[in-house]
């Protein structure tokens, strides 16, 4: 008697947890799925505008390279179907393009954010490769979002200089690899892998790519999945990297 009573009424409690735990993993499959973007379960709270941009490489094709330095209202972000691309990406293995939001409170990032609300009806507008420089190298510390931008600022600097100085670029991604904790930060982390190892790997490097690609592989296991974690086919590129490097490991540079 008494059992049955205390059974009945812990029972409310029970459907209530197991139907929490029902949504729960109802939640985690949609993202699983691909059916929940990033972008959606991020805190847009605090962004006033997203910069994409594409590290300039030979290998990054035409569309990609069109699309890099567009900015966009959040609002416009938040679109269904939104692509920061005008048409598709013409790689097998997709370019590395980063969409990384800001709150923007420095003087250029405040002119930026001034003639992107001037282009509400578009929602967007295109920088230069020279611009975006400007943009990162204004006095983001100094201003009352450094805190808030301080992820996103050092991965577009990153991006913006492989091409002039490298040692800038590996320190951005060195940062946003031992940073990136926050879920809007986690989808920066695996271009950051994968554009500081192919920079190891092209200066030589070798110790430390290697070191990065296992450290890489520890982060995203294979037989795990999540929202922010690399494709089949990202792995592959660090797979092989690692072989190349193995490999190639007891080769001394000639005096
Ligand atoms: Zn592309």
Not at 18 to 24: H, I, N
Not at 150 to 163: D, F, P, Q, S, T
Not at 168 to 176: D, E, K, L, P
Request: charged letters at 25%; hydrophobic letters at 45%.
């Amino acid at each position: 008697m008494f059992e049955s009573f205390e059974f009945s009424a812990v029972m409310p409690y029970v459907v209530a947890i197991l139907g929490l735990v029902v949504v729960w993993q109802y939640y985690q499959m949609q993202i699983m799925a691909g059916r929940i973007l990033a972008v959606d379960i991020f805190d847009r709270s605090g962004i006033r505008m997203y910069v994409y941009v594409v590290p300039e490489d030979e290998e990054t094709c035409e569309a990609c390279s069109v699309a890099s330095g567009q900015v966009f209202l959040p609002s416009h972000v938040a679109k269904e179907g939104f692509s920061p691309l005008h048409g598709t990406c013409q790689r097998p293995v997709p370019c590395l393009g980063v969409l990384v939001g800001l709150y923007g409170g420095w003087l250029e990032a405040r002119g930026i954010v001034e003639r992107l609300r001037a282009s509400a009806k578009k929602g967007w507008i295109r920088l230069s490769a020279e611009e975006l420089r400007v943009l990162v190298n204004g006095q983001w510390e100094m201003s009352i979002s450094a805190e808030t931008d301080r992820v996103g600022v050092h991965i577009l600097e990153a991006m913006c200089y492989e091409k002039i100085n490298q040692v800038v670029s590996v320190t951005g991604y060195r940062y946003v690899i031992n940073e990136a904790k926050e879920v809007r930060h986690l989808l920066l982390l695996v271009p950051a892998y994968l554009r500081l190892a192919l920079l190891l790997v092209r200066s030589g490097e070798k110790e430390e790519a290697l070191e990065l690609i296992e450290r890489f592989e520890t982060r995203f296991p294979t037989r795990k999945r999540g929202p922010h974690f690399p494709t089949r086919e990202q792995q592959n590129i660090m797979k092989t990297r690692k072989m190349f490097l193995l490999e190639n490991r007891q080769e001394k540079v000639p005096a």
